[in-house]
């Protein structure tokens, strides 16, 4: 069994370490997700006074404007005590912190 050469073992230690130093800050500086059961939808849209807005298509998404439906409903967050809602598009809920 040969040995690799000294400088391909140091910088195969180095690209370990860095991979596990990106990933722990990525642990550090990532927030709580709550993730809601479709079971449960009906109750938390009830609890926060949203079902009947959504029923009514009286409810649009934050970023791109489209009529919120139980179907398209993406991302509810509270933000300085308001509650922003946004669709399933990708373009619209991915940058949401």
């Known amino acids: 069994m ?3 050469p000294i400088k391909d073992r140091i910088l195969g230690n180095y ?6 130093a990106i990933n722990y800050w990525r642990r ?4 709580n997700v709550l993730a809601v059961y479709d079971d449960e939808l009906d109750d938390i849209l009830k609890n926060l006074g949203l079902d009947e807005k959504i029923q009514k298509g009286s ?4 970023k791109c404007g489209c009529t ?4 398209n409903l ?11 809602i946004f669709c399933l598009t ?8």
């Open 68 to 71: 919120i439906t139980r179907n």
């Open 90 to 97: 990708t373009s619209c809920n991915s940058n949401n912190d």
């Open 15 to 20: 690209a370990l370490l860095k991979r596990k």
């Open 28 to 31: 550090l500086s990532s927030k």
């Open 74 to 84: 993406g991302v509810i967050k509270k933000e300085n005590g308001a509650i922003q």
């Open 59 to 62: 409810i649009n998404c934050q």
């Open 2 to 4: 040969s040995k690799l």
